[in-house]
C-alpha cells in the first residue's frame, strides 16, 4: 500500500510528460502551418488589389471580382487535404467564397458576422461551421470587404494528438500493470514467514488459549517477533486473570446501581439520580428557585375510609395515585410527598422547562378532568366517588435535600408552599375544584381564562392574596360573564358596592342561582351597601382557620 502508489505515480508522471511534450509539439506545428498557409493567403490577396490599384481599375466590378476568383483559386492551391477549407464571409455572414460545398447553419451565420465585425485575428481558435468543429486562421480583408478563414476540421487537425494519447495510455497501462505485478511477486516472497506466524497468533486468538506458543522457525527479525510474541503471551495470561476479576466486580457494581436506581427513581426524579452519583456533594445544597407549587386533596376522605376495608382502601388509592400521578409526572412536574391522601408536587425543579407555571395549572385541570374517569369505576365497583381541591401557588421557594445525614427528603419549603397548602384549603367553601394565586395568575392570564374569586388572607397572615379559578375553555356566554365578573370584582374593592351589586346580578342571570361565585358576592355587596365598612376597609376576607 506504500510503495505501489509510488511506483505508479512515477509511471504516470513519466509517462504523462512525454505526453504533454510531444501532443505539444504536433499541435504547435500544425498551428503554425495553418497561419502559414492564413499569412500566404493575405499577401496574396493584397497583390490582387494593388494590382488593381495601380491599373485604376478598382471602379470596375468585373475586374473586382475577377481578382476575388483569383483569391478563391490560390487558396484551392494551398488546400492540401479533403477536409481543409478556406472561405471568406461577408458582414452578414454570408459565404463570399469557398474551396468546397460549406454552409452556415442556424447559430453559426450570427458567431461569423460577429467575427467580421470584431476584425480580429485568431489563430488556432475552434468554431463551428456546417454543424462540424473546426479549427481555424482567420483574417479581415477590408478591401474586398470580406473575413477570410483557412480552415481545419478539429478531428483532422487533432489526429496526431489523439494517436500519441491512445499510445500513452496503452504504454501507462501495460507499465503499470507490470509494476504491480513484480512488486506483489516481491512482496509475497517477503510476507511468507510473516504469514506463517500470524496464522499462528490468530489460532491462539480463535481457541482463547493464552497458554499456547508461536514457534520459532527463524534467527532473523521474524524470529525475534515470535519470540518476543510468547513473553508478551505470558505476561497477557498473568493480566487476563486479573482482568476477570475486575470485571467480575465491575458487573457485581454495575449492577448494585441500577438496583439503587431503580429503587429511587420511585421516590426522586431520575435527573436528580444520576446528578446525585455525578457530584454527590452538590446534593446537599439547597437552593432557591422560583417554581410553582401544587396540593390537591380528596375531600370528606375521612368518611370515605370508614366506609371502606382496609384492603379495599389501599386498592383504591393507589389507582387513584397513579392516574394523578401520570399526569403530574407527564406534564414535567415531580411528586414531592404523599400527605395521607393529600398529594404534593413542585414544577420548576430539579428541571426548569420552557413554561412549568402554565404546566402545573394544566396537569391541575387534567387532575380533575381525570377524576371523572375515576369515579366511574368507582360506580362501577359499587364505591363511593372522589371529590377534590387542587390549589397551586407559584413563587421563591428553597429547594435540595432537606434533613440530616440518617434521613433526607428531596423538597421545598417556604411562604410559596405554605400559601399552596392554604389555598387548597379553599376550594371547598368557595366550591371551586381549582384555585391559583395571583403570582401564578400574572403567569398564565395571557394563555388561559382566569376568574377572580375573592382577596384572601389565609391563617396567620394579614397580606390579602387574590385567589382565581381558571378554565379551559369558556363558551361565548360564559366569556362575557366572567369578564363581567371581573370587572364587577374590582368595584368591589374600590368601594363601589352598587355598580359591583349591578354587575354580580347579571353574571348571576347568566349563569344561574347556583353559580356560588357570584351570589357569595350579591351577598356581600348587599350587605356592605346596607353597612358600609369603617375607613381603612380592604376588602381581604381573614381567614381564621386552614
Request: glycine share 6%.
Amino acid at each position: 500500500m506504500v510503495v505501489l502508489p509510488i511506483i505508479i505515480i512515477s509511471v504516470v508522471l513519466a509517462g504523462m510528460s512525454s505526453y504533454f511534450a510531444a501532443a505539444g509539439a504536433v499541435k504547435r506545428v500544425t498551428t503554425e502551418l495553418l497561419s502559414f498557409k492564413s499569412m500566404e493567403l493575405e499577401k496574396y490577396a493584397e497583390s490582387q488589389w494593388n494590382l488593381l490599384v495601380e491599373s485604376n481599375l478598382t471602379d470596375r466590378p468585373d475586374m473586382v471580382e475577377a481578382a476575388r476568383r483569383g483569391v478563391e483559386s490560390f487558396g484551392r492551391t494551398i488546400v492540401k487535404s479533403a477536409t481543409e477549407v478556406v472561405f471568406a464571409v461577408d458582414a452578414q455572414g454570408n459565404m463570399a467564397i469557398r474551396t468546397s460545398a460549406l454552409e452556415p447553419q442556424g447559430d453559426e451565420q450570427a458567431a461569423l458576422s460577429a467575427m467580421f465585425k470584431a476584425g480580429s485575428r485568431p489563430v488556432g481558435t475552434t468554431i463551428t461551421v456546417g454543424g462540424v468543429e473546426r479549427v481555424i486562421s482567420s483574417f479581415p480583408f477590408a478591401p474586398f470587404g470580406w473575413q477570410v478563414f483557412v480552415s481545419e476540421e478539429r478531428s483532422v487537425f487533432f489526429s496526431d494528438v489523439d494517436q500519441i494519447t491512445r499510445q500513452t495510455y496503452i504504454i501507462l497501462a501495460i507499465a503499470s500493470l507490470v509494476s504491480v505485478l513484480m512488486l506483489f511477486f516481491v512482496v509475497s516472497m517477503l510476507t511468507k514467514p510473516l504469514f506463517t506466524v500470524v496464522g499462528a497468533m490468530r489460532h491462539i486468538i480463535e481457541s482463547n488459549d493464552l497458554s499456547e506458543r508461536v514457534d520459532v522457525e527463524y534467527k532473523d527479525e521474524i524470529g525475534k517477533l515470535s519470540h518476543t510474541f510468547n513473553i508478551m503471551l505470558g505476561e497477557l495470561e498473568k493480566a487476563y486473570k486479573q482482568i476477570k476479576r475486575y470485571a467480575f466486580d465491575a458487573v457485581l457494581a454495575q449492577k448494585k446501581e441500577a438496583r439503587i436506581r431503580n429503587i429511587f427513581q420511585k421516590y426522586v426524579p431520575q435527573t436528580l439520580i444520576n446528578t446525585f452519583f455525578k457530584n454527590p456533594d452538590e446534593m446537599l445544597v439547597g437552593k432557591n428557585e422560583k417554581l410553582a407549587v401544587l396540593f390537591s386533596d380528596i375531600r370528606g376522605f375521612t368518611s370515605i375510609a370508614e366506609s371502606m376495608k382496609p384492603d379495599d382502601l389501599v386498592n383504591t388509592l393507589n389507582r387513584y395515585f397513579s392516574a394523578m400521578v401520570d399526569i403530574i409526572q407527564a406534564r414535567g412536574g415531580h411528586i414531592d410527598k404523599y400527605i395521607g391522601d393529600a398529594i404534593m408536587a413542585f414544577f420548576g425543579a430539579p428541571e426548569r422547562h420552557e413554561n412549568d407555571a402554565l404546566s402545573s395549572v394544566l396537569a391541575g385541570m387534567e387532575m380533575t378532568e381525570a377524576l371523572e374517569l375515576f369515579n366511574k369505576k368507582q360506580l362501577e365497583l359499587g364505591k363511593l366517588p372522589f371529590a377534590i381541591g387542587v390549589g397551586i401557588n407559584y413563587g421563591e421557594v428553597t429547594v435540595g435535600n432537606i434533613g440530616c445525614e440518617k434521613k433526607m427528603d428531596y423538597t421545598v419549603i417556604g411562604d410559596t408552599v405554605n400559601l399552596a397548602s392554604r389555598i387548597e384549603g379553599q376550594t371547598k367553601p368557595y366550591h371551586q375544584k381549582m384555585l391559583i394565586t395571583e403570582d401564578l395568575f400574572d403567569h398564565i392570564k395571557n394563555d388561559l381564562p382566569c376568574r377572580f374569586i375573592d382577596s384572601i388572607a389565609v391563617k396567620g397572615k394579614n397580606k390579602g392574596v387574590r385567589i382565581y379559578t381558571p378554565r379551559r375553555e369558556l363558551s361565548d356566554a360564559e366569556k362575557g360573564a366572567w369578564k363581567l365578573h371581573n370587572d364587577s370584582m374590582e368595584f368591589y374593592f374600590e368601594r363601589k358596592f352598587e355598580p359591583g351589586l349591578a354587575g354580580f346580578e347579571k353574571v348571576q342571570q347568566i349563569l344561574g342561582m347556583e353559580d356560588f361565585a357570584s351570589d357569595m358576592m350579591i351577598k356581600r355587596c348587599r350587605e356592605n351597601i346596607a353597612n358600609p365598612p369603617p375607613a381603612g376597609w380592604d376588602g381581604v376576607d381573614r381567614k381564621t382557620d386552614k
